[in-house]
């Protein structure tokens, strides 16, 4: 077994080349990276040999760096977004509903209308089954929240789903997952060929894995796409409550690599959402959101009781596979450490390791003192910078006052705390240096900074989106990326939109402009 975020498997072909002329980031030396059976085997000058079977590549001075991961996507979702009503730039109830009757008569008969991407919070007036009906008439339309932790439907949909007596057709929760996990009814060979597209653009951005916490059983997903040839990424599949017996029964264990998939198809782990998101207004927090006071779920909402959480992350660390714990709110970060402090202490001596002893995923709004407890219990603060400008607004609306508690990058990293980067796709772009340039700048466009004393360098930017890995060394496994600009010394523009003509996994070409 191998622990997955430290030391990615090698695929099962082991490919062995020659990488010539290559620059390293923040430096101008050229050098040769020799790969052997996937791994690297030598950084420096390689004398010529026109061995056939070490095929070469000159990379022409452009810079050599470790291959990008990206920590947490809903990678299904994602392959699915392009082919849904974008709803990203409607700024009101009624903007969105225009969008919505636009799109409706090219929806065939029989089937869903599905959006994506609205984000309510500063609305100035509030989605309902009435503003949809008026526009969509017997269409079932499903409008998933830019967060996924809310959807809109109208009458026909809510029918069809379940909830023909809700008040709104505004669901948040388990409610509106119950009705994203519906949607997805398009056929296997479809999904698959949708999921194989968005694989290779992610290898054009320079990604070599991803952690995928599709709320479905994606061992099977994932084995299947493998077995078809999909090669393009490693992936570490998560595993949600309803599925952790089924992974207990056959053995798995956070890092196992699955048979049958090149070694590309690794165990990952338990995913536990506690709590909403801010634009929801469902995050669990210390105090009440404005407009709220009073009224039933006024701090935000937890979606597993206190004790319960414990319950499953022992369950699961028993077992061997790591808690991943969705935490967004101060008062859901500070619970959810509570329960891996319960876990530290439930610790066996001399029992095996099988990495960190968990990840706290977003960990948006944090307490103070919480970040200290971060360093000392080992958690991964699994984060996704690019949140924190697509929520600054609401955020300044919905946590004003507390704001300087939110994102902070800097002060986990200070800390001792490792920092795991990721977009939260379709929530975010899968597009780790959309990611990194967030991180750095703490903003996009022409907007001033938002709390820039919580930015990171793009050293650290970069470790944070590779595993650790800051350069390329002797003896990493060969996932790596090709890029045409220095990314130690890039603007931030230059940073986002990151030109990358290569990207290598165990040695083998997944991208190739060279």
Request: hydrophobic content about 45%; some cysteine.
């Amino acid at each position: 077994m191998t622990d997955a975020r430290t030391a990615p498997p090698v695929i099962g072909d082991g490919h062995t080349r020659l990488l010539r002329n290559a620059r390293l980031p923040g430096s101008d030396d050229v050098v040769d990276v020799e790969i052997v059976g996937g791994s690297i085997r030598s950084v420096g000058f390689v004398e010529a040999t026109g061995r056939p079977d070490r095929p070469e590549a000159d990379l022409g001075g452009r810079w050599l760096i470790p291959g990008l991961w990206d920590n947490h996507v809903h990678f299904t979702q994602w392959a699915q977004n392009s082919r849904r009503l974008d709803l990203s730039g409607a700024h009101s109830a009624a903007t969105a509903a225009a969008l919505v009757a636009g799109r409706a008569a090219d929806t065939a008969p029989g089937d869903t209308l599905i959006g994506f991407g609205f984000r309510d919070g500063l609305w100035p007036d509030a989605p309902s089954r009435d503003v949809l009906d008026a526009v969509s008439g017997a269409l079932p339309v499903v409008l998933v929240s830019g967060d996924l932790h809310s959807c809109w439907l109208n009458s026909a949909a809510l029918a069809a789903h379940g909830f023909a007596e809700h008040p709104t057709g505004l669901l948040r929760e388990a409610d509106a997952f119950r009705v994203e996990g519906a949607l997805n009814t398009v056929a296997e060979t479809v999904t698959d060929e949708w999921a194989r597209e968005a694989a290779g653009l992610a290898a054009s951005r320079g990604v070599v894995g991803i952690v995928d916490f599709e709320m479905s059983w994606n061992l099977d997903s994932w084995h299947r796409r493998m077995s078809a040839g999909q090669r393009a990424l490693r992936v570490e599949f998560g595993i949600y409550s309803e599925h952790l017996q089924q992974a207990i029964d056959l053995g798995l264990r956070t890092g196992t690599v699955i048979d049958g998939t090149n070694g590309l198809l690794t165990v990952g782990p338990f995913k536990i959402i506690t709590d909403g998101s801010l634009n929801t207004r469902t995050a669990f927090c210390v105090d009440e959101y404005p407009g709220l006071a009073g009224q039933q779920h006024s701090h935000g909402m937890l979606n597993v009781p206190v004790d319960e959480l414990f319950e499953r992350m022992q369950r699961a660390h028993a077992a061997g596979i790591r808690p991943a714990v969705h935490a967004i709110g101060d008062e859901a970060n500070r619970l959810v450490l509570d329960a891996f402090d319960r876990l530290a202490a439930h610790e066996e001596p001399g029992r095996p390791s099988f990495g960190p002893l968990g990840n706290i995923e977003h960990a948006q709004l944090l307490r103070v003192d919480d970040v200290a407890r971060f360093a000392r219990l080992g958690i991964v603060a699994s984060m996704q910078p690019e949140h924190a400008l697509d929520d600054r607004d609401v955020a300044d609306h919905y946590w004003a006052g507390r704001t300087g508690r939110a994102f902070m990058l800097r002060s986990l990293l200070e800390a001792g705390v490792t920092l795991a980067f990721g977009s939260d796709a379709p929530v975010a772009p899968l597009d780790p240096w959309v990611t990194m340039a967030a991180a750095v700048a703490r903003t996009k466009g022409d907007r001033a900074a938002w709390h820039p004393e919580q930015s990171v360098s793009r050293q650290a930017a970069l470790a944070a989106s590779t595993r650790g890995r800051h350069r390329v060394s002797v003896g990493d496994v060969a996932d790596l990326a090709v890029c045409e600009i220095d990314p130690f010394t890039a603007s931030v523009a230059d940073l986002r939109v990151m030109p990358v003509a290569a990207t290598l996994v165990g040695g083998r070409f997944t991208h190739n402009t060279l």
